[in-house]
């Protein structure tokens, strides 16, 4: 993580900002990763020891980055989360993960896809020169938003599991901001 104050906001949809977690956020992290762990490569509960020993790996890897969603109202609610980082194996690689929606809100002028497009395009910003994937379970119920809200191409099939790579400029028309 290194910019353990970074908040980005999304030109077209002010009232919702994407902001870096901090040790206030793990055990709110914790309970929505626990509560929604069908979905994800990790299958069992995760303890707040466990929580904790992620955080500090986190805290000391550079280009690792997990935000909190925030509505931005009268009052500021943490709507979902969602991270990137580098991985670096066969190729370099941008990876979308932990993309989660906390609880359903009623009329926003946004959608959970604005949000991880705002999140994907500061990554593909910060990183031009990587391609940008996620990695999803095939049971995940989120298949059809990765490619048609979002606008991912399947590029590995495995037999759990899709990779996905998004081409960057459809991302071209998002502006987002830093605070």
């Not at 890897?61 to 943490?78: G, L």
């Not at 989360?81 to 809100?105: H, K, P, Q, W």
Request: proline residues 2%; hydrophobic residues 40%; charged residues 25%.
């Amino acid at each position: 993580m290194s910019d353990l104050a970074l908040a980005i906001i999304n030109a077209d949809f002010p009232d919702f900002l994407i902001r870096s977690i901090t040790k206030d956020d793990l055990e709110l992290l914790r309970h929505w990763k626990n509560k929604n762990k069908s979905f994800f490569f990790l299958k069992t509960d995760i303890t707040e020891e466990q929580q904790q020993n992620w955080y500090t790996g986190f805290c000391n890897r550079p280009h690792d980055f997990m935000f909190i969603a925030e509505e931005v109202n009268s009052i500021r609610e943490k709507v979902g989360c969602m991270g990137f980082r580098v991985l670096e194996d066969d190729s370099v690689l941008l990876d979308a993960y932990n993309i989660m929606r906390f609880e359903r809100t009623i009329n926003r002028s946004y959608s959970m896809a604005d949000i991880f497009k705002t999140m994907l395009k500061y990554a593909v910003t910060k990183y031009p020169e990587y391609i940008m994937s996620v990695k999803v379970l095939k049971t995940n119920p989120a298949i059809q938003w990765y490619t048609e809200k979002i606008g991912f191409d399947v590029v590995i099939k495995g037999d759990e599991y899709y990779v996905f790579h998004l081409d960057k400029h459809k991302l071209d028309n998002i502006i987002v901001h830093q605070q």
